[in-house]
């Protein structure tokens, strides 16, 4: 009786299932087997598809074609530049501009040098007007010029009131002993203004200026200083030029004495000589953009002298005046 109603249990189940569809438990089963079936069938399809593609001769072909081309389309080591490559190149590119340069330096050197070696022919030829012009410049032993500013009216009354003669003992020392001091300044940005007047005023009183076609700033100094010396040497024949600072005292006995012993030479330049190294490094105070004229980095400056005071010989003076 019990197996009768088991069974009749069961067998009312199943006709339930059976209505609606497949049985739950044979679901699970029917897809482990589809999954299974499909990765045997995947598997075997990739085997076979290799084995073609290694065996077939358009492939090693078409895969040599690739192995050819790869070092183009990859940038191997051996195809592109190292680091070191290009710092070398980069370095050989400088050392051919540093040395360029420095052989336009030195043809601008040759050149000047040729255009002031001339100066005695081209006066040999010019017209009888500037040979009387050139006759009229009085002999002197040297010239000082002591450069100064509008600013600086201080500084030239204490030398006044000190090493520098005034009034007639000046000219006397420039007839006797053939000495020419004169306070070297040019004109201000508006010519005829207050600053100019000023001078004006103060030349009428001393009598001790010598004065440039040349607009006053600080930052024109150095052509300021290459006017002088071309002013100079155009107005007063002399063995010496000296340039010095309003801000410094000359012993003249010992400065006549010291380019005494030194008259019968040529091309000289005297000071107190410094030289000190080329700063190469920008952003530096004193940086020098044309560090490579002097040589390679860590070089040092040709020896010169100081701004405060120095004195260079007559044909120097020329050479400056016609290379200006």
Known sequence: MGLVLGVGVGSSRQHKVGNGGVATRWVGILCFASFFLGVVFVSR????SDSIRVDDPSFLTNRNQLVNLQPINNCNKEASAS???ILSQVSQTRNAIMTLGTTISSLEMQLAATRASKVDEELTTVSSAGVE????????????????AFSSRKRRDSIRETWMPQGEELKKLEKDKGIIIRFVIGHSASPGGVLDRTIDAEEVQHHDFLRLKHVEG??????????????????????????ADDDVHIN?????????????????YIGCMKSGPVLAEKGVRYHEPEYWKFGEEGNRYFRHATGQVYAISKDLATYISVNR
Do not use: N
């Not at 399809?45 to 076979?48: G, I, L, Q, Y």
């Not at 012009?133 to 100064?148: A, D, H, N, W």
């Open 218 to 243: 600080y930052h024109e100094l150095s052509s300021k200083i290459q006017i002088y010396f071309s002013t100079a040497a155009a107005k007063w024949d002399a063995d010496f030029y000296i340039k």
């Open 83 to 85: 680091p070191s490559d």
């Open 133 to 148: 012009q050139l006759k009229e410049r009085p002999k002197v032993f040297f010239v000082m010029g002591i450069i100064t």
């Open 252 to 268: 003249l006995g010992m400065v006549g004495s010291t380019l005494t012993r030194h008259r019968s030479k040529p091309r000289v």
């Open 45 to 48: 399809f990739w085997a076979s």
